[in-house]
């Protein structure tokens, strides 16, 4: 849609600040890189992962941090609603979510040509990442690597929703960044999690913004339902939101005269 | 064109003990006719901004009945949105970071606007409103003259029936303000636009406004014509005068009492 290309020029005038965090990604990749390393030559085949499998993960998890706005914000929303801008927003003939998750498409474009493949390349230089040999693995991969930027939209969506109910939103910014960072399988994958912990971080709707596509990647999932997940979350954080922006037009107050 | 039937809106501020409700507008009635050009004044705080928020769908009133153009904003605001023109002084409805003749273009894919009709359009607008000389000029860099000019231009772009102007003027030199009145006068009478504008600049309602609703403490306060007005006060008081007595709720005593 012509909004997600807006999206993706509007980001590519922050040229600046996409390089440096794709400088920032390729660093502390390498440097988890070299922790996988060690805890994989200690205990080879844990998670069903061996050391390249690891690596490749670490690459991937680093990939995805721009796209998949793992650290949180990425969605001007909030601070719109803390301004008052949204008004302006809710003028345009369009749903306030569609045309968020447009922009947001749009900057994961931008931020996936910038911050995704650079590190990926570094890593695949420095150490040799499994890459897979049928296209069709690609295919699924790229699907997975959109479904886990839509879920990511619909959970950070929310989160600057709740701005409307309680005017600032720090709080809620910094859990949801904790919680993205621990459950995606950013901090570690979560195949690593034991018991019911682990049961339960893979079916949290983090789980499909790094974990699930990086299995489906390294063809470790089974790959519909690796999809079929990360589509149903999807589909519930959107409905969720739809009925949170109805909601915040009866209820709360919009900012600013 | 505008039918606002015992409309009131109140909201629910403060936590705990210091929990109040504040109504904003309370049992406000009034109908704007097409063509009109209607002045909205009120002191701050008086309920102008709620009010023109639940004229374009923005709030839901919690109480009454309101048709804009036809049509209940509440429930049919995107619909609304393609029939009316909103310019918020203070916010822009344009794309800080893209030229201003790229958020026309996104205008134009917003509202669909057939493409012959908005190179006209634009063309006409462009000649009136004097933007030929910063069409490529990203927005962030216009002066606040030039950004207005922009903001009544992508507003008026879709050709709506209605324009919802609130504090079109504030900010503009004597020079801008001079041309901004002119282009109102000239698209009520030559277009039969109908205008609803809220200001604070009383040279708008001289110059323009055929007739004056007044709101104070979420009340209609007066109705009439600029005449009608001054004759709320004996001879010789200045316009300025005269909305100040009626803002602070000073009337002059009835005539022999």
């Not at chain 1, 998670?47 to 995805?64: E, K, M, N």
């Not at chain 1, 299995?215 to 739809?242: C, P, S």
Request: charged share 20%; glycine share 10%.
């Amino acid at each position: 849609m012509r909004i997600a290309w807006y999206g993706f020029r509007r980001h590519s005038a922050y040229r600046a600040a996409a390089l440096a965090g794709a400088f920032t990604n390729t660093v502390f990749g390498i440097l988890r890189a070299y922790v996988l390393i060690a805890l994989w030559e200690a205990r080879p085949g844990l998670a069903g992962y061996d050391v390249a499998d690891a690596v490749t993960f670490c690459f991937l998890s680093q990939a995805f941090i721009g796209p998949m706005q793992l650290f949180g914000g990425g969605v001007q929303l909030a601070e719109r609603v803390r301004t008052g801008d949204v008004a302006v927003d809710l003028l345009r003939p369009a749903s306030l979510q569609t045309w968020n998750l447009a922009d947001d498409l749009g900057r994961a474009g931008y931020l996936f040509l910038l911050r995704s493949v650079p590190p990926t390349l570094v890593g695949a230089a420095l150490f040799g990442i499994v890459t897979p040999a049928e296209p069709a693995t690609w295919a699924f991969f790229a699907a997975s690597f959109v479904l886990g930027v839509v879920v990511s939209f619909g959970w950070r969506y929310l989160v600057a929703l709740s701005s409307f109910w309680i005017v600032d939103d720090r709080g809620t910014q910094s859990l949801s960044m904790v919680m993205s960072m621990f459950f995606s399988g950013m901090v570690l994958p979560l195949n690593l999690f034991p018991g019911w912990l682990g049961t339960a971080a893979q079916s949290l709707p983090w789980a499909a913004m790094v974990q699930v596509p990086a299995d489906v990647y390294l063809g470790k999932k089974d790959v519909l339902e690796a999809l079929g997940f990360q589509a149903l979350w999807a589909a519930a954080l959107l409905a969720l939101g739809a009925l949170a922006t109805r909601a915040a037009r009866r209820k709360v107050v919009v900012q600013g005269g | 064109m505008i039918e606002v039937d015992r409309v009131g809106r109140s909201f629910t501020v403060g936590r705990g003990r210091a929990r109040r409700t504040v109504h904003a507008v309370r049992e406000l009635s009034f109908t704007v006719g097409a063509g009109e050009f209607v002045g909205y004044l009120g002191p701050n705080g008086a309920g102008k901004s709620t009010t023109i928020k639940m004229l374009t769908g923005i709030l839901a009133p919690t109480s009454g009945r309101l048709e804009v153009a036809g049509l209940d904003p509440t429930h049919r605001r995107t619909a609304l949105a393609r029939r009316i023109g909103v310019v918020f002084g203070q916010r822009t409805t344009l794309w800080w970071d893209l030229p201003l003749r790229d958020s026309f273009e996104l205008v134009r894919h917003l509202y669909k606007v057939d493409r012959d009709d908005f190179r006209s359009r634009l063309a006409e607008l462009a000649e009136l409103l004097d933007l030929g000389g910063f069409l490529h000029t990203p927005v962030r860099q216009l002066s606040l003259g030039q950004r207005m000019r922009g903001d009544i231009t992508a507003a008026l772009l879709h050709d709506p029936s209605v324009l919802i102007l609130d504090e079109p003027t504030i900010g503009l030199d004597v020079v801008s303000k001079a041309a901004m009145r002119e282009f109102l006068r000239r698209l009520n009478a030559e277009r039969g636009t109908t205008v609803l504008l809220t200001t604070h600049d009383l040279g708008d309602i001289e110059k323009l406004c055929r007739r004056i609703m007044l709101i104070d403490r979420g009340r209609l306060g007066f109705d009439g014509t600029l005449d009608d007005l001054r004759a709320t006060a004996p001879g010789g008081d200045s316009l300025e005068d005269v909305v100040a007595r009626l803002y602070t709720g000073e009337r002059e005593p009835a005539p022999g009492g």
